[in-house]
């Protein structure tokens, strides 16, 4: 371990700038949205400094850490605030950085329009803090604060423009169901301390080996719960859809860089948890192929392209979350995919944001079409991060999502060859919808309201996906090539270094099946939206109309937990009025009575007080007298 | 004869005393009543002094007459100034402080 001085600068300097803004409120409108993007820009370049630092050093000294203050000293509790920089964190320091800085410098352009955009941009850097501490806490509680950091900042991002009762709505559905997932975190920090009796990320995974199952799988189900909740994964998806309520940079920077990715983060930092506890892994797959399943198939019918694209980002999120399940080399893998995502997704929603800055924020893609024509670049762009998604070599998403499906594949036994066919399915599903976004948007006949005025987007705006375009197509590549990402998270994920090279199938022959699947998918799509009607058609199949109504999730949720959630809470308000506040009241009420009728007692007559002291006196001697015998 | 049969007319003149005061509207009967009261409670002091054979008894009954005597001044002041004020010395026409 290297000690640093230098980590707590990439949560200071965020953060110092989000309060700034936000304290020096108007005063802050002129330059407010340079200087935020500066200092993401700033920590983006620290980023690079530290991770080439980090390469000059060797084996364990390439992680480093900063203790900034003790924190909690409560008797055998004991917790500091520190930061941890290794070989996992530097990976998201630099997507987070990296790709943050990239949407600040869009969203100067695509929130020039809006007279809060100092505030937008105060939110965006409180964002970038609140994940570097969640990706940089060296212990479970530090990466807690980041965590409720970043539900508070999701929250205040989604619900921006919250003078729309919908959006504020969205922003309190995505906090909600967030808070779900806290509560598995929570849990689990909880067990882990009454089990270790620390919560550091180096006690836990030394006290994980000797622990009883029970335990670890405990914390493992927890955890789990806790990277639903942030990745959107099943059964708490539900918040995603709505999420795209908040402008379009947001929802790249929840769904590329930030926010979704913290799951991921989690599961992979707690490698040894999961290695050590085979049912918690399971559930772990379990849930990411359910996932992965479902939201292609909640992609495919949706016509806001923003919740298309929302619900490709929980697909793919599924295939992180599977691929972390998979032990020891999966978390490579996931973390591969984490990062091309990351530029991908972030350059596709970038791409429909400038699509939408086009059509007067038109976001229904039945009326988009031959876009290609008057939007080249935003075109160009995200087909490229289109061909990424769908895997197509060379291309970013071909490296690290047949990494995933061959993972899958090897994993063993009837579960390996049914996760295999599962992720083979998804991606086939991908490139469908994939395809119809495509479709849809840029190519066909004119469908644009008479109003629409489609025109290329600022330079401001296509730039950063330019960039990001050129991460989809090398970032694959580049981190696979000699195997770089798995050799250089090998110290984190892979300690004993089990690999196991016994294929089920050969990895081109995976390749070929994954081609063959996305061009099935493909084919489908560019065959079945020839013709595409403004008004969505309602003859459809059963399955179409249920992944329109996100399958019926928040139905679901609002069924068995919502509704019966009400109930409980108007029985809790009735018990309330009725027994609790009925014994106050009743105590007054007794009080109240009894006092108006002693009050009849005070007539004013002389005579009766007189006679009401005889009788006291009698009745005292009377008392006494009985006593004294 | 017997000490104890003034103990007994001390209790039987307080008795007459208090019914006196329950059940008469006329304040100035009220008033003598009381004094009534006091005398008894005067006249039970002296015999329990005399029985007990020290004069605490009668050091106090001068005290009662002394309250008394004051008693007295300020009772027939009040009583005089409610006739004047209500023409009338009836105990139940001065029950104001009801409402």
Redesign the interface.
């Known amino acids: 371990m290297t000690i640093s001085t230098n980590l707590v600068y990439f949560i200071a300097l965020p953060l110092f700038s989000s309060g700034l803004l936000l304290l020096l409120g108007r005063k802050a409108d002129k330059w407010g949205h340079i200087f935020a993007t500066l200092v993401s820009a700033s920590v983006f370049i620290i980023g690079v400094i530290e991770f080439f630092a980090m390469q000059s050093r060797e084996g364990e000294a390439r992680a480093a850490t900063q203790k900034l203050f003790e924190w909690i000293s409560v008797g055998s509790f004991q917790v500091d605030a520190g930061l941890l920089l290794d070989q996992l964190s530097i990976c998201f320091v630099l997507l987070i950085s990296g790709v943050g800085t990239l949407i600040h410098i869009y969203s100067i352009a695509y929130m020039s329009h809006d007279r809060d955009r100092r505030r937008f941009f105060a939110y965006l850097n409180l964002f970038i803090a609140a994940m570097l501490l969640l990706v940089l806490g060296d212990s479970y509680l530090n990466l807690y604060v980041g965590w409720e950091g970043v539900g508070l900042a999701s929250y205040l991002l989604i619900g921006f423009w919250n003078e729309k009762p919908a959006y504020a709505a969205a922003a309190k559905k995505a906090f909600v169901a967030n808070r779900v997932g806290d509560v598995g975190l929570s849990l689990a920090i909880m067990i882990a301390f009454t089990q270790f009796g620390t919560v550091t990320f180096a006690g836990v995974k030394e006290g994980a080996s000797g622990a009883s199952a029970g335990a670890l799988t405990a914390i493992g189900a927890m955890l789990l719960l806790a990277a639903a909740g942030k990745s959107a994964q099943f059964p708490l998806q539900s918040w995603l859809g709505d999420a795209m309520a908040g402008p379009t940079p947001v929802s790249a920077l929840i769904h590329a860089a930030t926010m979704v990715t913290a799951g991921v983060y989690l599961i992979t930092r707690s490698n040894f948890i999961f290695d050590a506890s085979p049912t918690a892994q399971l559930m772990v797959v379990i849930v990411g192929a359910i996932t992965l399943l479902f939201g292609a198939l909640i992609g495919t019918a949706k016509d806001d392209i923003k919740k298309a694209l929302a619900a490709s980002t929980m697909s793919q999120i599924g295939y992180m979350i599977l691929a972390t399940g998979l032990g020891p080399i999966g978390y490579a893998f996931a973390i591969m995919h984490l990062i091309t995502h990351g530029f991908f997704k972030a350059g596709l929603f970038l791409g429909a944001g400038s699509v939408m800055h086009g059509m007067n924020d038109e976001v229904n893609m039945r009326r988009y079409g031959a876009l290609r024509k008057v939007m080249p670049i935003t075109a160009a762009t995200f087909g490229l991060g289109y061909l990424a998604i769908l895997g197509v070599p060379p291309f970013a998403g071909f490296y690290s999502k047949d990494k995933i499906i061959e993972t899958a594949f090897d994993s063993g036994g009837i579960q390996g060859i049914l996760l295999g066919i599962i992720t083979l399915l998804g991606a086939g599903i991908t490139a469908f919808y994939m395809t119809r976004v495509m479709v849809l948007t840029f190519t066909g006949t004119k469908r644009w309201d008479e109003k629409a005025r489609p025109h290329e987007s600022p330079f401001l705006m296509w730039a950063p996906m330019a960039a990001l375009a050129v991460g989809s197509v090398a970032s694959g590549f580049l981190l696979n090539s000699g195997s770089a990402l798995v050799n250089w998270l090998q110290p984190v994920v892979n300690e004993n270094q089990e690999y196991h090279s016994e294929h089920l199938l050969p990895p081109i022959v995976v390749s070929i099946m994954a081609l063959t699947v996305v061009a099935i998918g493909v084919a489908i799509a560019v065959i079945k939206y020839r013709t595409v009607p403004v008004v969505a058609p309602e003859n459809v199949l059963g399955i179409t109309k249920a992944a329109r109504k996100d399958l019926y999730q928040d139905s679901f949720n609002e069924a068995i937990f919502m509704r019966p959630g009400q109930k409980l809470t108007a029985g809790l308000v009735n018990t309330d009025y009725k027994v609790v506040d009925g014994l106050v009241r009743l105590v007054g009420w007794v009080v109240q009575i009894s006092a108006s009728n002693l009050r009849n007692i ?6 009766s007080y ?2 009401i002291m ?1 009788l006291g006196v009698i009745a005292l001697i009377a008392a006494v007298w009985m006593v004294t015998l | 004869m017997d000490i104890s049969n003034y103990i007994y007319l001390s209790a039987i003149l307080f008795t007459i005393g208090a019914i006196g005061v329950v059940v008469r509207r006329n304040a100035i009967v009220v008033f003598m009543c009381i004094e009534l009261m006091l005398n008894a409670a005067n006249l039970a002091f002296v015999t329990f002094s005399r029985i007990h054979g020290n004069l605490a008894g009668q050091v106090t009954s001068f005290f009662t007459m002394v309250v008394a005597a004051c008693e007295v001044v300020v009772g027939l002041a009040i009583i005089v100034a409610i006739y004047r004020s209500r023409r009338s010395a009836s105990v139940d026409d001065a029950s104001l402080l009801k409402r």
Do not use: E, S
Request: proline residues 0%; positive net charge.
């Open positions: 005070q007539n004013g007559y002389v005579r007189a006679l005889v």
